[in-house]
């Protein structure tokens, strides 16, 4: 199965600052890489899919890039709501895997 | 726009059943594929199981294979998961979501207990 590993594991910035998150998949995933946020007691949300498209309704300040084996969630001038648990998920393959999450916190 | 609620969670001793629905309301429920993903109290995402638009194409992750089943039911806009021989480690919130993540529910909390 392809691993996905995400870095840092938490990630502490104060509102304002830019966040960038990696992702690295231990084989090639190509472009089909997801990125998901999720807030204490919610359920998670399509932040990015296929590497680079914003899902609906998100905010302009998140962009995603990379291909193959390396990816980055950048967040520009991080709000108070920003700060969770962020997960990518590739769907290159099955069974299809989640990296084990980066924290941003104040 | 999809609409995803489940039901269906509960506490169950191991070796038990139980088996999870997702009711979906909006856009056409039987053009998504589907897939349940779970999450063990404090821990990180894991995907469980995909279906296609029909129950033809099914996946299961490794953990589960053998002994969950899923499955949909178009006609009534449903997707559900039969969980058998349930252990203390399938513990968590299961959610049902499109395959292509971007519609969830809220999730429904399953615990295995003895």
């Known amino acids: 199965e392809i691993v996905l590993t995400q870095s840092p594991a938490t990630l502490s910035l104060s509102p304002g600052q830019r966040a960038t998150l990696s992702c690295r998949a231990s084989?090639?995933?190509?472009?089909?890489l997801n990125w998901y946020q999720q807030k204490p007691g919610q359920a998670p949300r399509l932040l990015m899919y296929?590497?680079?498209n914003t899902a609906t309704g998100i905010s302009a300040r998140f962009s995603g890039s990379g291909s193959g084996t390396d990816f980055t969630l950048t967040i520009n001038s991080l709000e108070p709501e920003d700060f969770a648990v962020y997960y990518c998920q590739q769907r290159s393959d099955w069974p299809r895997t989640f990296g084990q999450g980066t924290k941003v916190e104040i | 726009q999809v609409h995803l609620v489940e039901s269906g969670g509960g506490v169950v001793k191991p070796g038990g059943s139980l088996r999870l629905s997702c009711a979906a309301s909006?856009?056409?429920?039987?053009?998504?594929?589907m897939k349940w993903i779970r999450q063990a109290p404090g821990k990180g995402l894991e995907w469980v199981s995909s279906?296609?638009?029909?129950?033809?194409?099914?996946k299961y992750a490794d953990s589960v294979k053998g002994r969950f089943t899923i499955s949909r039911d178009n006609a009534k806009n449903s997707l559900y998961l039969q969980m058998n021989s349930l252990r203390v480690d399938d513990t968590g919130v299961f959610y049902c979501a499109t395959e292509g993540g971007d519609f969830w529910g809220q999730g429904t909390l399953v615990t295995v207990s003895s």
């Open positions: 279906v296609g638009t029909t129950n033809s194409y099914t």
């Open positions: 296929e590497t680079s």
């Open positions: 084989q090639s995933v190509g472009k089909y």
């Open positions: 909006g856009s056409s429920f039987s053009d998504y594929y």
